[in-house]
């Protein structure tokens, strides 16, 4: 430092944007109504197909709708259009993660007060979207058993912003001789505690747990104030 | 990759706050980052020298701090620090805790900042002496 340099206090945070945005939507999202999950996971986890399957069984008593994050095609936002629910496609472009703006952009022409739950499908990433808040009220994170035991000690970040924990494809657990007391010990390890449910979205397996979890935290948030 | 875009809100925050100083020149930018924000050092520092070449401060230094994690440990009664982000217990008593008190910041804490009229006087003594 020469001598006409200073050091000034600066207290800002860096995502101050995305917090601001992420917040506003976290107050319409309640003052709508609406409760709004989100799912990261990496890439081939299940994250698509867990969607899907959820949206078919709550649309017979619910108004459900999905934005589905992906960097270049539309085919999870397509194969999620067989649900016959409202679904909308942000491409993210060479960006890895979402954003909150792209949530607020994407929602402009929906009207959400006509919602009871809108899942948000983050780009298949255990990494980036760690760090952007979404405004939502749920965040599940998936990793699937042919990924492996230790993947929660690998990526100990995404499990600690997470709410919930699903290891999806239980179905594949035996043949790919998936170590369930091993994969519950990793979570255990970054985040004491945690949620945790197994499931497999193609069998049905473990969905009804799933559903019954998804209906109370729904309950419970609409007796409360957003954070 | 996010630590490109992390650099460039980096960048925009020290140009608002130079406007906001009357132009002034930004020699470094220090900032906290804690283990749980998801964003690595060594990648920012990378993503910040580009970051840095299409703003106004092509000079300036990326000083980064980074922090601990510290939990709220109900066997103790007191806050600490875990073994780590992959084993998140107490290091005093051993007991799983999830309750993080810190360990998320993505902050800036200071700039190195001088003002324009002094770096104006430095660097036509610079061109003089430079002449010489």
């Known amino acids: ?3 006409q340099t200073r050091m000034v206090e600066v207290r800002t945070k860096i995502l101050k944007d995305n917090d601001a945005v992420a917040r506003k939507l976290r107050q319409r999202f309640h003052d709508s109504g609406v409760f709004v999950v989100s799912l ?3 890439p081939g986890s299940g994250k698509t ?3 899907e399957k959820t949206l078919l069984a709550l649309r017979e008593k619910y108004r459900v709708a999905a934005l589905v994050g992906d960097l270049a095609t539309d ?3 397509r194969r999620l259009a067989r649900a016959e629910v409202p679904v909308k496609q942000i ?4 960006v890895c993660h979402l954003e909150a703006q ?3 952009n994407s929602l402009s022409e929906w009207n959400i007060d006509q919602l009871d739950f809108l899942f948000i499908e983050n780009v298949g990433n255990l990494v980036c979207p760690a760090t952007y808040d979404l405004g939502e009220d749920l965040r599940l994170v998936l990793f699937s058993v042919t990924e492996g035991e230790d993947k929660p000690r690998k990526y100990p970040t995404i499990f600690n912003t997470a709410d919930i924990a699903v290891i999806s494809k239980m179905d594949l657990a035996e043949a790919v001789e998936f170590d369930l007391p091993a994969a519950r010990a990793s979570i255990e390890a ?3 505690a945690m949620q945790t449910i197994e499931l497999s979205a193609k069998t049905g397996a473990g969905m009804e747990v799933w559903f019954q979890l998804l209906q109370s935290r729904q309950s419970e948030s609409r007796q409360s104030v957003p954070q | 990759m996010h630590e490109l875009s992390i650099a460039l809100s980096i960048i925009d925050i020290a140009v608002e706050e130079s406007e906001r100083r009357g132009g002034a020149i930004v020699h470094a930018i220090h900032i906290k980052l804690g283990p749980l924000s998801g964003v690595v050092k060594e990648a920012l520092s990378s993503a910040y020298l580009l970051a840095r070449e299409s703003s106004p401060f092509r000079d300036s230094r990326l000083v980064i701090e980074e922090t601990s994690i510290i939990v709220h440990c109900a066997a103790c009664q007191a806050e600490g620090r875990v073994e780590s982000m992959q084993l998140m217990c107490c290091s005093q008593c051993g ?3 999830a309750d993080v008190i810190r360990g998320r910041e993505l902050e800036i804490t200071a700039m190195e900042i001088e003002d324009p009229s002094t770096a104006s006087n430095q660097s036509a003594l610079n061109t003089v002496v430079s002449h010489e």
């Open chain 1, 1 to 3: 430092m020469n001598s």
């Open chain 1, 40 to 42: 990261v996971s990496s």
């Open chain 1, 49 to 51: 197909m867990f969607l």
């Open chain 1, 75 to 77: 085919n999870d936002a």
């Open chain 1, 91 to 94: 491409s993210t472009g060479t």
């Open chain 1, 102 to 104: 792209m949530i607020e």
């Open chain 1, 190 to 192: 970054v985040r004491p």
């Open chain 2, 95 to 97: 007991a799983p805790t």
